[in-house]
């Protein structure tokens, strides 16, 4: 069998973006692949982490795309895996209005026990929206679903918000449910008043 250093790198290559790109197809999501090294990657990725790439969002929710970010197996730690969906807001954000709200879930027994509940924790401008989250059934079981579930204000480079999860395995999937909570977070996002 004839084998080229291209083809090697391709058997290796982490396909988590394609494994969630095609995820999204399969439910019915109207997404591309971006063109590697485009400045969409540089969102949550520092220099101990890298981008798998770029998935953009075609439709009219308010999740325009997805960046794949992958921390490398360590000494002591396995490899690790964040899915940031990015909304993009019109309205400027200021650091001072920062948000961030991140959902832990209660387990019946410490690390093996089942998930019995969830609990959001707010910094000081997001208790509203906090709120929101621990009334709302759909959101609360996404985070039951998924695991927990990081939302946040950006500005600077990018003003916006982002949904932050993290997987622990190479392939998640999510289903159309879990889509239409996403956008449902993202909704509540855009519409947040402090």
Known sequence: MDFNIKSIKELFRDKSRDNFYKN???IGIDCTLAKRGINEEKLFNPWHRR??????????NPIK???IIKQDRGKNNPPRWW???AIPSHDEINKEDRIEVKSKRIKSTP??????????????NSEKMSDI??????????????GNIKVQSLYDNFSGFSIELEFKRRNKNINKKNWESLNKIATICINHKT
């Open 24 to 26: 999204l197809l399969d």
């Open 51 to 60: 981008s798998l790439g770029i998935i953009n969002i075609n439709d009219n």
């Open 65 to 67: 795309y997805i960046n």
């Open 83 to 85: 899915y940031f969906f």
């Open 111 to 124: 690390v093996i026990g089942k998930v019995e509940s969830i609990t959001w924790e707010p910094n000081t």
């Open 133 to 146: 989250f621990s009334e709302d059934e759909e959101i609360n079981h996404l985070s039951m679903e998924l």
